[in-house]
């Protein structure tokens, strides 16, 4: 966990970006079905960024003028004590935070508009309904969580993502922290494969291995024998021994620093010669994004490197017809890799996505329209600090390929015809789907894959499979 020594410096940085006050919600509980039985507390992404373990339902008044940062708390109850256990006082959280005051919750409206006065004041939607609107009501500004242009003041949202995306030292040995568990989980899933189980009994062992070290999944797991559903939450299929386990699951830490890693291993612990050939196709692609890391990379450059490697790949496989340029220029590739290489990675699992392409494409830069480049959440230069996943994929999705319009568009560039066996082997199951995914940290001098110690050498991989369960 970063220290409230480090969390205090963040503070100070994000008071000299100031001109005006601005309101943070850490948002509050969130009821599952009846209002007392509550999700897991989980708080704003920016609020942790301040904050070393926040408090449900606080919230932080930043002041540039004097430099002040005001916390409100809930009140300490008796009946608090009964069901929940001593909490530390309101005083003693002053000085464990190092803010200037911590006052009561009930408190917030007045002093905020006592500090603030007629000075313009921001904030930011959150998750929380509730505390979007409290803070809607504060500012006077049309705040919105599901909306990202309402999500707050591009000059403050920019603010916040300045910092935000810049990994200091104690945030990066979270992302390390965070790997390491995630290497455990996705090693026990490989050690438990087996024919004959469902998909269920493997996301046991990997949010297990997330529990046992005191973390929770950072996203809902992917677990799957149908890797060509993209997101694909169902755990309900039994593994068959031609099947491919597609994994895509990583740990989030009690500080809300995450990792989010792919891989990919037949059920049976050998790849078949089609899936080898894929399977080496999605490293050499990986592998060369990768590579590609480094201080002023184009992040879309990036992506269109991986696009140029995995179409080199299909035409040798007799997919892809024409060169690698030409096909990813025409878009033919993305029929077997219709996402984007990677987005942001640190408190949130997509980075402050809430945040919108305001944050995630530089200034004068816009979404592709095309089909598959048009889902690259991301097209920043990279700098120092930042901490990007890299994760290129071949899919076989009936959808795509069995698509008229696709069919007629691409009819020269596709062996459609040869497309069609991968979605009817094993035994109509289809081929699924191959991603390879790694959390990468641009550094001073090239980049640091902080995940690079989960197996995925074909050799390794399949030296795991089976081999605890
Ligand atoms: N885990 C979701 C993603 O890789 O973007
Ligand atoms: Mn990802
Ligand atoms: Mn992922």
Redesign the pocket.
């Known amino acids: 966990m970063p220290s409230p020594a480090h969390h205090k410096a963040r503070r100070q940085q994000f008071l000299t970006s100031l001109d005006s006050p601005v309101l943070l919600m850490a948002g509050g509980w969130q009821s599952r079905n009846y209002p007392a039985n509550w999700q897991p507390f989980r708080a704003d992404s920016t609020f942790l960024f301040f904050f070393t373990d926040p408090e449900p339902n606080a919230a932080a008044l930043f002041d540039p003028k004097d430099k002040s940062v005001v916390l409100f708390l809930d009140a300490r109850t008796p009946e608090d004590a009964l069901w929940h256990g001593p909490v530390p006082s309101l005083a003693d959280l002053k000085k464990h935070h190092g803010v200037t005051a911590v006052l009561p919750r009930t408190e917030l409206a007045a002093e905020v508009r006592r500090r603030v006065g007629k000075r313009r004041l921001r904030s930011v939607a959150v998750a929380d309904p509730r505390a979007t609107a409290e803070a809607a009501a504060l500012t006077g500004e049309a705040l919105d969580f599901h909306h990202s242009a309402a999500v707050g003041d591009p000059e403050l949202l920019l603010a916040i993502a300045r910092l935000r995306s810049q990994r200091s030292p104690e945030e990066v040995a979270e992302m390390r922290a965070a790997a390491a568990v995630t290497r455990k989980a996705h090693t026990l899933a490989m050690a438990h494969t087996r024919p004959g189980i469902f998909e269920q009994e493997l996301v046991g062992h990997v949010e297990g291995a997330f529990a046992k070290a005191g973390c929770v999944p950072a ?1 809902n797991t ?1 677990l799957s024998v149908r890797g060509e559903v993209l ?1 694909n939450h169902y755990h309900g299929n039994l593994l068959h021994e031609p099947d491919l386990v597609l994994l ?1 699951a ?1 740990a989030e830490r009690p500080s809300g620093y995450c990792a ?1 890693v ?1 891989r990919t291993w037949p059920v049976s612990g050998r790849f078949s010669p089609e899936a080898a050939d894929v399977y080496d196709i999605v490293l050499a692609a990986e592998q060369a994004a990768i590579t590609a890391v480094r201080p002023g990379a184009r992040y879309r450059d990036l992506h269109l490197l991986a696009c140029r490697v995995l179409a080199d790949g299909l035409v040798q496989m007799g997919l892809l017809r024409g060169s690698a340029d030409e096909l990813v220029e025409s878009g033919a590739h993305a029929l077997f890799f219709p996402h984007g290489v ?2 942001l990675l640190g408190l949130d ?2 980075d402050m996505e809430a945040f919108g392409d305001l944050i995630a494409y530089a200034p004068g830069r816009v979404r592709s329209k095309q089909f598959g480049t048009a889902y690259l959440r991301l097209d920043l230069d990279l700098a120092p600090g930042m901490c990007v ?1 890299i ?1 290129p994929g071949i899919y076989f999705v009936p959808a795509i390929l069995r698509d008229a319009k696709f069919k007629k568009q691409f009819r020269g560039q596709v062996d459609f015809a040869r497309a069609e066996r991968f979605l009817t082997m094993n035994s109509l199951r289809g081929f699924g789907g191959i991603r390879i ?1 790694d959390d990468v940290l641009c550094t001073d001098s090239g980049h640091e894959v902080l995940t690079e110690a989960v197996p995925k050498e074909r050799a390794a991989v399949e030296a795991l499979v089976g081999s605890g369960g």
């Open positions: 996203y992917i997101h895509d990583g989010d792919t990677g987005h699992v997509h996943t994760e995914e």
